[in-house]
């Protein structure tokens, strides 16, 4: 279990998320959802020890990560929103380092490493340096090597950016499969009609701070709305979307 208690971050006088608090269990899929500059990716850059959280604490399966941050690491897959990739190397090559980093074993890290590219369908360009590769074949080394050690506890920040509509079903699919084999599955986006079909539970930050944290369901009934597009308008957007796409069609019809 994944567990967030009362997380600030604050950059000088600038607050960027302020008492974040939420729990992620296994089995489940917890969606985390928020506008651009809600703090959603400063969250899990603190979940992953990239950067220190000003106070609070990060726990897993009831230990803070802060106690043994490098077994902690071991146990976590992560897909970042922005993806840093040594883009001179291969695909495969990659995929190897990653590997020896974690201390993989070589032949059973070989054997994962192939049936990944496979599946991902990268297999035929697993020697060509990423520098020519599409956002999308990107986007799918990162998953393969968030993924090929069999994290307990899976970080997905964005993970559906660059992907065509088959790799995004095959990826909503595993999703939804990592849940089943008992992950902790925490997946942050922008597209709401994916966390409405996938996650089971959802939170949801404004301006750095929880404004939801609750399933989808009990959310609707308790709001007296039918979708979580409609949920998170309400709770997450503060200007009136309508009047705003009427005012720039009759601007530009001017």
């Known amino acids: 279990m994944l567990e967030l208690r009362g997380i600030h971050k604050r950059y000088s006088s600038l607050s960027v998320v302020t008492g ?3 729990v992620a269990r296994p089995s489940e899929i917890t969606g985390y959802l928020g506008p651009n500059g809600s703090g959603k990716s400063t969250t899990m850059k603190i979940i992953t020890g990239l950067i220190q959280p000003s ?4 726990l897993f399966n009831g ?8 077994a902690f690491r071991q ?26 980093l974690r201390d993989m074993d070589r032949n059973a890290a070989s054997e994962r490493i192939r049936g990944l590219l496979h599946l991902f369908g990268l297999y035929s360009d697993r020697d060509v340096p990423m520098s020519s590769y599409s956002k999308g ?11 090929m050690h ?7 920040d964005e ?7 088959g790799s995004s079903l095959v990826l909503r699919s595993l999703i939804e499969e990592l849940a089943r084999r008992g992950k902790v599955v925490l997946f942050s986006s922008h597209e709401l009609e994916t966390a409405e079909r996938i996650c089971s539970h959802v939170v949801i930050l404004h301006r750095g701070k929880v404004v939801a944290d609750d399933s989808i369901e009990h959310l609707r009934t308790l709001m007296e709305l039918p979708t979580l597009e409609g949920i998170f308008a309400q709770l997450a ?14 601007l530009i019809h001017a």
């Open 20 to 22: 974040v608090s939420f």
């Open 55 to 58: 106070s609070g604490d990060v």
């Open 63 to 70: 230990e803070s990560i802060r106690n043994d941050p490098m």
């Open 75 to 100: 146990c976590m897959g992560y897909v970042p929103e922005e993806p840093h990739l040594y883009t001179h190397l291969s695909g495969i090559e990659y995929l190897v380092m990653v590997a020896q």
């Open 137 to 147: 074949m990107r986007q799918k080394i990162l998953l393969s090597a968030a993924l």
């Open 150 to 156: 069999n994290p307990e506890l899976v970080l997905l």
């Open 159 to 165: 993970p559906f950016s660059g992907l065509d509509v």
């Open 237 to 250: 957007i503060e200007h009136d979307f309508n009047a705003i796409s009427r005012e720039i069609a009759d």
